[in-house]
């Protein structure tokens, strides 16, 4: 598994070092005593490098039985799962699996499934914290609706919290999914809800710790086509 910078975070990183580089250079130039500079710099490097933390962009590849597989979109921890009526795309009672991300997580998100994708749609929107319910509907989000190859439609909502504030979507209408790929980026906490048929056989339970493009969630039963 290899790790890079996102692309999200390259002008971020570069910004962030040299403010930093300025401020601490300053500081052990002209404040004394020197305890204070060193305690400047000591803070400027643990800030920095929870920023890189944050902005890692890891190549997965999924090696598991991809045939109505369904893999977590994102690290973090499953904080939702329940049925609920979905009334954005689907307009139908659907299972609900909600997966939350701290600012230690990974924050890029993967395609849950191979398939294709059918329509995105971006909702401005509030920015309460990412766990709690009404994050889901109320909260800036963009959902992204992909038909797997058996012909199953599922729904990929992402959400901005309390402290993220850019949602990236590269998904497009027509475009390919892929569990490899990229779906998009959410920059500082946020959450992502995955919308699957009543009759999905679920993998994972409450608190459970998912991977991004690794982990499966879910198994698409009956063949729709």
Known sequence: MSVKIHKEGANIIVALFLILAMICLSAYIFVRPIIIPWILIGVSVIMFSLVVNFFRSPKRI??????????????????????????????EKVIQLSVFMTIFNVHANWFPLDGKVLRTVYHPGRFRAAYLPKSSSENERS???????????????????????????????????????????????????????????????????????????????????
Do not use: C, W
């Open 62 to 91: 999924f090696k598991g039985n991809r045939e109505n597989v369904v893999v977590s979109s994102v690290d973090g921890k499953v904080v939702a799962l329940e049925e609920v009526f979905e009334n954005e795309m689907l307009h």
């Open 143 to 225: 959902s992204v609706l992909i038909e797997s190859k058996s012909g199953h439609l599922i729904l990929v909502r992402q959400i901005a919290g309390a402290i993220a504030r850019r949602i990236v979507t590269y998904a497009h209408k027509g475009g390919e999914a892929n569990i490899s790929d990229h779906l998009g980026f959410i920059k500082f906490g946020s959450r992502v809800d995955i919308y699957l048929p009543l009759d999905t056989e679920i993998l994972v339970k409450i608190g459970d710790k998912t991977i991004g493009g690794v982990t499966p969630i879910a198994y698409l039963k009956n063949n729709k086509k």
